[in-house]
Each structure stands twice: as structure tokens, then as C-alpha cells.
């Protein structure tokens, strides 16, 4: 099994630009979620999609965040415009099924914002 | 969900079991202890979880006292490889809902030689 798939892995971009990170759960897994690592914040949560239903969005810093799932095999994060303290590592999870079932990371993708 | 505090940092020599405590004093009877962990650089990685009785697997084991408010997560035989900031996490499971997974600032258990 490939695990889940985040591109780009990294990626640098100057302020105002759009980004879009992309992930690929695991098949099979139906549920979603996006985090965002940082030093000053930590690991937060961002927005959680079940079944391509967003549950939870409520992580979500701004309205220049936004976020998509159109089929179980992809979701998108969106940033536009862009600001140097969007600049993290995004990670996208996916598990089976809702309750405690463990959820599997990608690598992360580094986003810098210049 | 509660709140868990985990000491910042631990050492612990190659091949020695490797403790890592967890305090959730205000834990309520619905929440489940979680383990992950992150490698540097890597996504979290699950590691295990409990709700009031002790867990075992290939990674790790995991002891909650009797009355919940503490736990330790032990690693039999620390290698290099468990170098890594493991997250206690308390989490509500109900009904159809998902508690979220909240972390915290982990503590880095560094495995020396």
C-alpha cells in the first residue's frame, strides 16, 4: 500500500499567489483531515471530511482557506491569496470509518511563503 | 476534550525500555488515550491507544492507571529509530461522532547510543 500521497512536497511561492496542496488517501479510507504543523502552534486541525462531507471545518483560519474533497480518492487545500504566515507543513490523514479508528499521515507538504 | 501534560523531554539509553508518562487528571469516562508519535521531519504515526485497560502490540505497550488520570507508554527495547516526539492524546469517542485528535507539545525521547 502506498500510504497516503501529499504533493508537492515542497513548495515556495511569494505572497498573493494561489496554492493548492493535493491528497490522496488511502483506498478504501473514508475519512479525511488536513493539519497544519507549526513551531509557534503546533499540530492543529484544519478540516476533517467524511464519506467527501465536510464535518468539521471549524480549524479553518480564514476565509482565504478553503478546502475540497470531489470523489473519496482526492482533496485539495486551497490558499488564496497567500501570506508569509500561512508558510508550515501541511499534512493530510486519512482512517477508516468514524470513532477510534487510528488515522494515517503523509510526509507532509513544506509550504514557504516568501 | 481533557487535557494532557507529558514531561518536555527524556533520554534513554539503546536497548533499555524506554517510559513515557502522561497525566489526564480531568479525563472523563468517554475518552480514550492515544499514542502517536513523529519522526523527524515524517507525519505523525499512530502508536496505540487504550480506554481503562492496558494495550500491547508490536510497537509499544500502554499502562492507564485504575483511576485514568495517568498512563505510560512503554518501549520494550528503545532503538535509534524511536527517536521521535510522542503525543499523549485524549480523545472522546461517541456515538457517530470523531473526537478530534488535539496535540499537544509532546515530549522528545532521544534514544543515545
Known amino acids: 500500500d502506498a500510504g497516503v500521497i501529499q504533493s508537492p512536497r515542497h513548495e515556495v511561492t511569494e505572497m498573493g499567489q494561489e496554492v493548492t496542496l493535493r491528497c490522496k488517501p488511502i483506498s478504501g479510507h473514508n475519512s479525511l483531515f488536513w493539519y497544519r504543523q507549526t513551531m509557534m502552534r503546533g499540530l492543529e486541525l484544519l478540516i476533517y471530511f467524511n464519506n467527501n462531507v465536510p464535518i468539521d471545518d471549524s480549524g479553518m483560519p480564514e476565509d482565504r482557506f478553503s478546502a475540497k474533497m470531489p470523489n473519496a480518492s482526492f482533496s485539495t487545500l486551497k490558499i488564496q491569496p497567500s501570506e508569509p504566515r500561512d508558510s508550515a507543513v501541511y499534512f493530510c490523514a486519512s482512517s477508516l470509518g468514524r470513532g477510534y479508528n487510528e488515522q494515517f499521515f503523509g510526509p507532509g507538504t513544506r509550504l514557504t511563503v516568501l | 476534550d481533557a487535557k494532557t501534560t507529558q514531561p518536555p523531554s527524556m533520554d534513554c539509553a539503546e536497548g533499555r525500555a524506554a517510559n513515557l508518562p502522561c497525566n489526564h487528571s480531568?479525563?472523563?469516562?468517554?475518552?480514550?488515550v492515544y499514542w502517536y508519535r513523529q519522526i523527524h521531519s515524517q507525519g505523525p504515526q499512530y502508536i496505540i491507544h487504550g480506554l481503562k485497560n492496558n494495550e500491547t502490540n508490536e510497537m509499544a505497550s500502554l499502562i492507564i492507571t485504575e483511576d485514568r488520570k495517568s498512563s505510560t507508554l512503554i518501549l520494550p527495547h528503545a532503538t535509534l529509530r524511536d527517536t521521535a516526539v510522542y503525543y499523549c492524546?485524549?480523545?472522546?469517542?461517541?456515538?457517530?461522532?470523531?473526537?478530534?485528535?488535539?496535540f499537544g507539545k509532546g515530549t522528545k525521547l532521544s534514544v543515545k547510543p
Open positions: 480531568t479525563i472523563s469516562g468517554n475518552e480514550y
Open positions: 492524546i485524549v480523545r472522546v469517542i461517541s456515538g457517530g461522532s470523531q473526537g478530534n485528535l488535539i
